[in-house]
């Protein structure tokens, strides 16, 4: 659980990696405590530009919060916790040696603390597909793959899979290809907190050949969702609309007006001017990756083989299946799969 000084990047993963943990106890030469380094100071460190290579120096939080092993109470430690929203507080000696360690899993209850729910539906499973290479977030992803990218303290699937669980739903199931195990090792972080399983594909299989994993399960039905997008809606009010309308799959979409600025020059079918249509409003649903799907409909996605979203729901369209469309405003969803979009998501 502690690094040296003079330590990198890539050692600092492998440690994180292997324990499983979200912070790291940094050490000077005579092993005494000097900071802390958290996996959210490496993501962040990567977005600035730094590379595997570039030492662990001018990243680590040089101002640990810290507890001398004769003033350790249970309420002064909850309260730190709470306080300080870390996962972590080294326990040290007068002489500011490391003694032992205190983890926020020990001591208090993580379920009702962060997600204020422990409870499961059985008949309706969570998707998170989590296994792509994340091309347009490069560099980035050449060193943590997207699913962790940093909102702040957290990441994006913290923030994905809190809000699921804000609405009581609390049966995940993971699916992963690039990057595996440091996303399964992000999720020994949860301990108790959520009910998963990752599920690892053994080869990229797009953004829907991975259901073919989750064909013989006992859920109902799923609701999927990318691993880049977080929507502000009740989840509930989308199963339901979903059962009511007796659909196969829903298309969780959002309508966006587009206004142009200039007059729209009109045209027949042999180009000849017909008029002019001045600074015209167009709207249009967007597709923003969050589906409800019935289990039936996964008989017809091969094993193994890859497959994307928008080719299933046609394959659904020609055998006539019920296909719905479940509509957001598009102030409710946050895109975080490119780069602009991502600055500006986690700046606001």
């Not at 059985?122 to 994340?134: D, T």
């Not at 050449?142 to 809000?163: A, H, M, R």
């Not at 995940?172 to 999720?187: A, G, L, P």
Request: net charge positive.
């Amino acid at each position: 659980m502690q690094i040296f000084l003079n330590s990198n990047i890539k050692e600092a993963i492998k440690i994180l990696n292997k324990h499983g943990v979200k912070t790291l106890v940094v050490l000077n030469k005579k092993k005494k405590l000097i900071g802390t380094l958290s996996d959210g100071n490496i993501r962040k460190s990567i977005l600035k530009g730094y590379n595997l290579k570039s030492s662990i120096n001018k990243i680590f939080d040089r101002k640990p919060i810290f507890i001398y092993e004769d003033k350790i109470t249970f309420n002064k430690l909850k309260k730190i916790f709470l306080e300080k929203k870390i996962h972590l507080i080294p326990v040290i000696n007068k002489k500011k040696e490391v003694k032992n360690f205190i983890f926020k899993e020990d001591l208090i209850d993580t379920n009702s603390f962060i997600f204020n729910s422990s409870k499961n539906q059985n008949n309706l499973g969570i998707v998170i597909m989590a296994g792509g290479k994340g091309v347009r977030m490069q560099p980035y992803t050449k060193i943590f793959p997207k699913p962790l990218l940093p909102i702040n303290d957290i990441t994006v699937l913290d923030e994905i899979i809190s809000k699921f669980l804000k609405f009581q739903m609390n049966n995940f199931y993971i699916t992963t290809n690039y990057k595996h195990q440091m996303i399964s090792s992000h999720f020994k972080s949860y301990k108790l907190q959520i009910n998963y399983k990752i599920i690892k594909e053994k080869k990229s299989l797009g953004t829907a050949g991975s259901l073919s994993y989750l064909k013989n399960l006992k859920e109902d039905f799923f609701l999927v969702t990318n691993c880049d997008v977080i929507i502000n809606e009740n989840y509930n009010d989308i199963v339901n609309y979903h059962i009511k309308n007796k659909n196969d799959l829903t298309i969780v979409a959002s309508k966006k007006s587009i206004k142009f600025s200039y007059g729209v020059c009109l045209a027949d079918n042999k180009k000849n001017f017909s008029g002019f249509e001045e600074k015209p409003n167009y709207s249009y649903l967007f597709n923003i990756g969050f589906y409800v799907i019935n289990r039936k409909v996964l008989k017809i996605v091969k094993e193994n083989q890859k497959l994307n979203m928008d080719k299933l729901i046609l394959k659904l369209k020609k055998q006539k299946r019920k296909i719905g469309i479940y509509e957001i405003d598009y102030t409710k969803w946050k895109d975080f799969g490119n780069w602009e979009s991502y600055l500006n998501n986690n700046k606001n």
